[in-house]
């Protein structure tokens, strides 16, 4: 590893991999509300849910994005809880669509760049807040 990619997970991760925020706030702040994903700190368990994410998978369309995650359930041979099956985690935002399968989350961006910064900033906190170590976003 050189010396300059550990100078940026110094940078952007604690020694266990978890995310590093730059914000110190967020830290202090005892509910926050990921609304573009519909999702929050106290009104979800995100550790629980989302810990065990390692691959963060972003593109166009909601359609686009569950096709995708069909895919990955199928590469992967991930199997769906009995009783459970693939779903929108964020439909109730009506912004963007997000899938988790298994330890991949795949996200619909919409278009241009102030759609992906909105999502890549709650995103980011998500990772943050569900403690994931080391995740790796495409």
């Known amino acids: 590893m050189s010396k300059e990619s550990t100078n940026l997970d110094n940078k952007y991760r604690h020694p266990d991999g978890t995310i590093k925020l730059r914000n110190p706030n967020i830290s202090h702040t005892i509910c926050d509300n990921l609304y573009h994903i519909s999702l929050g700190s106290e009104s979800h368990d995100l550790v629980e849910l989302f810990a065990d994410v390692r691959f963060v998978v972003m593109g166009g ?12 359930q199928e590469q992967i041979g991930y199997k769906i809880p009995t009783g459970t099956q693939l779903r929108d985690i964020s439909l109730l935002s009506y912004r963007y669509s997000m899938y ?39």
């Not at 999502?119 to 080391?134: F, S």
């Open 61 to 72: 369309t909601p359609k686009r994005m569950e096709s995708f995650a069909r895919y990955i």
């Open 100 to 138: 988790k399968v298994g330890p991949v989350l795949c996200f619909s961006h919409g278009m241009g760049i102030p759609s992906v910064g909105i999502l890549l900033h709650e995103v980011i906190k998500l990772m943050y807040h569900a403690k994931c170590k080391e995740p790796i976003f495409f």
